[in-house]
């Protein structure tokens, strides 16, 4: 596979100065900035006049895609609804580094597309790391190809703490309540039940949870396989189950995953990742099924803002 260099600009044949001259042209290139995206994995909209997260929300209307709601998912990151469609990238701490994955991997639903709109860039750090998985695939398979037949084989299952009540020192603080949407124990436990996830309630109320296995590797429209999971994310951020150990990730056969796979993961990943700087009003479009993202933690006085609108 040619290596693309990603984040490619969309070309404009004229200004666009208005929002509505912006959704026109949204619509009457929707064909070329997908096969765009196809191709590079995630791509850059910049000036353009969209400043407020109505604003946002209404450019990504003209894509037409179909809302996937942060309230309907199963999304474990605490997030403010700004509009329907547009809610915050994540309430975790700016120190908090949020590492790389797809978005809601570790759930049966997830989108294919999401757009970030900086509303405002950290004065220190708070980038957002770009990762194509279909290249991490490649080199994955080259460097171990028993690591890559195991997860193809098996699978993954990740296992969560949900607090009673969102917690807001992690990235990964959404409540039991809020990520079922539900309001009791048992309601809980039925939609656990439901969805083939097995539990146990720990202390404070909190839930320990374990998916049934997800696959951990993705074919693409194009033929070549993304490794599309939180493996990374899960291995390195999410909190550990401290009353039973058990580890935020595994084969979905209920194995560890070793230490040193999850380093040569993690280093060929980094090898591969694209840090991309905000600027006040860039738009981001990426391509969930093929590319992982992340954000480092962030400095400053100056508040950064990045709202996030997921579709399918
Ligand atoms: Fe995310």
Known sequence: MTKKAFLQEVERDKDLTTLVSTQNWVGENK?????????????????????????????????????????????????????????????????????????????????????????????????????????????????????????????????????????????????WQKTLGVKSKTEAEIRLSDLGYSWNWIEGDSLSVTTKPFAAIKELKDGNKSFFNQVLAASLG???????????????????????????????????TLLREWEDNDIVLIDNYRVMHGRKPYSGKKNREVLVSLTT
């Not at 037949?149 to 949900?162: D, H, L, P, W």
């Not at 909190?239 to 230490?259: H, M, R, T, W």
Request: aromatic letters at 12%; a negative charge.
């Open 31 to 175: 064909i070329l900035i997908e096969s765009q995206l196809e191709e590079y994995g995630a791509i850059l909209f910049s000036g353009l006049p969209i400043e407020s997260a109505e604003d946002f929300d209404l450019f990504v209307s003209a894509f037409q895609y179909d809302t996937f709601t942060y309230e309907e998912s199963l999304s474990n990151a605490v997030r403010i609804n700004k509009t329907d469609k547009v809610f915050t990238a994540n309430e975790a701490p700016k120190e908090i580094e949020i590492f790389l994955h797809h978005e809601m991997a570790q759930t049966p639903i997830y989108p294919k597309y999401l757009f970030f709109f900086c509303k405002s860039a950290s004065l220190y750090g708070g980038e957002t790391p770009l990762c194509r998985s279909d290249y991490l695939f490649e080199e994955l398979l080259k460097a171990d190809p028993d690591l890559i037949a195991r997860f193809e084989k098996n699978g993954v299952i990740y296992n969560s703490i949900m607090s009673s009540g969102d917690e807001l020192v992690s990235g990964q603080g959404r409540s």
């Open 238 to 272: 999410w909190k550990k189950n401290s009353e039973n150990d058990l580890s935020p990730v595994k084969f979905g056969n209920g194995e560890e995953i070793p230490k040193s796979s999850i380093q040569i993961i993690s280093e060929l990943a980094q090898s591969l």
